[in-house]
């Protein structure tokens, strides 16, 4: 058998390995974040879910700094300090831009009566392994998908109570491309809830 045949073989098992090792991001441990978990539901996707009655009687929202509540291996990092500090922004970003796009929903740096607070914490990231994430069979197999788990809750800003709160978790789309990042299947995933929060938002203020 010549080389070249025997290198294509042998990046194909290596694919077919890693494919087969590869999990979406588990299903989370509660991890105290959310000042109560009694009320979730499990929803048809898959993820945990409360949305209050009083949901829909706040146009105005702080979006509070994102926590990290996951350990960290600091002496071999997945991520940099710096990679963090930039995904929770991308998550207060994508938040701010589609609940105020459209004419949409006030976006406040003030508690006040009718001002809610969203507070969101991430539970888990995974690593989006860019060589193996940039064709179809890959994709398909999973390997290289990354994701990302997180808890979130909408609280009244002045008395602190629960209007709605959800657990997700989700790896990244196995037939869109996440690009070379290592983190580019959480924000796909980060994209994903931001969007489907400011639907529920419509929704509950009969938009």
């Known amino acids: 058998m010549n080389k070249p045949i025997i290198r294509t073989i042998s990046i194909l098992a290596g694919l077919f390995l890693a494919g087969g090792c590869a999990a979406p991001v588990d299903k989370p441990e509660s991890t105290g974040f959310l000042s109560d978990y009694s009320k979730l539901e499990l929803k048809e996707d ?3 879910a409360y949305l209050g009655d ?3 009687e706040y146009n105005s929202f702080m979006i509070d700094p994102v926590s990290i509540l996951f350990e960290r291996n600091v002496e071999d990092p997945v991520f940099s300090d710096k990679e963090i500090e930039e995904l929770k922004q991308y998550v207060v970003d994508n938040l701010k831009d589609d609940l105020t796009k459209d004419d949409g929903y006030s976006v406040v740096n003030t508690a006040g009566p009718g001002v809610a607070r969203i507070r969101v914490g991430i539970t888990e990231l ?3 392994i860019g060589v193996l994430n940039v064709s179809t069979y890959t994709k398909i197999t999973g390997a290289g998908l990354g994701g990302v788990s997180a808890e979130g809750e909408l609280v009244d800003s002045v008395s602190g109570e629960q209007l709605a709160a ?6 990244g789309n196995r037939i869109g ?6 983190m580019g299947d959480a924000k796909i995933a980060i994209n994903h809830w931001s969007k489907e929060l400011r639907k529920v938002f419509d929704e509950v203020h009969g938009r």
Do not use: K, Q
């Open 177 to 182: 491309r996440a690009g070379y990042t290592h």
């Open 126 to 128: 995974d690593e989006t």
């Open 46 to 48: 898959g993820h945990l």
């Open 166 to 171: 959800m657990v997700r978790w989700d790896s």
């Open 54 to 56: 009083r949901a829909g």
